[in-house]
């Protein structure tokens, strides 16, 4: 697994790449973490369009971040491909993660979220 932040006027965001197993998890739990550390942006976006495998440990790990994502009232998007946003449907996890096939519809989506 890979991580990258970029600071972007709109939002912040993570792009994170590769699989997020078992092994991955307390990397990827980190790399969450850091993006609503310091309060930097109240809009972020989680680029996941780069992973190959999301398992339980990752699915977790996201519930959480939406949980704590909606505790300090950041703004937040799931861009995914298939091997993401699957799991995250299947899980039912869609009903409190936003979600978007692109990063640039994430975009979109935040600043609708944002102003709604």
């Known amino acids: 697994m890979a991580v990258e932040f970029a600071p972007d006027a709109d939002a912040t965001v993570g792009r994170i790449s590769g699989d997020i197993d078992v092994l991955a998890a307390p ?6 973490a850091h993006l609503t550390d310091g309060g930097s942006s109240s809009r972020i976006i989680v680029d996941m369009t780069a992973v190959d495998f999301v398992g339980t440990s990752g699915l977790s790990i996201l519930s959480e971040f939406a949980e ?8 937040w998007v799931l861009a995914g491909n298939r ?3 699957r799991p995250v449907e299947a899980m039912g996890l869609d009903a409190m993660i936003p979600t978007c096939r692109t ?6 989506r935040v600043e609708k979220i944002a102003h709604s």
Not at 27 to 32: D, I, V
Not at 68 to 75: D, K, L, V
């Open 68 to 75: 704590s994502a909606r505790r300090q009232h950041i703004t």
């Open 103 to 108: 990063v640039r519809d994430a975009f979109d």
């Open 83 to 85: 091997a993401v946003l």
């Open 27 to 32: 990397s990827f739990a980190l790399a969450l």
